[in-house]
């Protein structure tokens, strides 16, 4: 069965840190590109940011540039996305995303609210 289980939102106040973590099973993690994909209450869902199977290659939204950072480990399976300087326009749900070839695989999504 595969699955993602995200987990690490939660409610900040603008300028504060928060670490998202993605915890993938029930497929081959290595082989699968894995992205975070954000949907604002009312707007479309928006990547946030990407990287390779290996970790070498990462992208990122130009709203996030600078203060995000995606990263993985494969011999644990997980996906993080530290996210830094947050900004009410932040504010969203938050969904992890494997994707090879055809395969596209999503989790339930995290909350995660930057409000003063």
């Known amino acids: 069965q595969v699955q993602l289980v995200e987990s690490g939102g939660g409610y900040v106040q603008p300028g504060g840190s928060l670490r998202l973590s993605c915890a993938a099973s029930g497929f081959t993690f290595g082989i699968y590109a894995m992205s975070w994909y954000r949907r604002a209450p009312g707007k479309e869902r928006e990547l946030v940011a990407s990287i390779g199977t290996t970790g070498d290659n990462t992208d990122y939204a130009d709203s996030v540039k600078g203060r995000f950072t995606i990263s993985r480990d494969n011999a644990k399976n997980t996906v993080s996305l530290q996210m830094n300087s947050l900004k009410p326009e932040d504010t969203a749900v938050y969904y992890c995303?494997?994707?090879?070839?055809?395969?596209?695989?999503w989790g339930q999504g995290t909350q995660v609210t930057v409000s003063s």
């Open positions: 995303n494997a994707w090879r070839f055809q395969t596209d695989y």
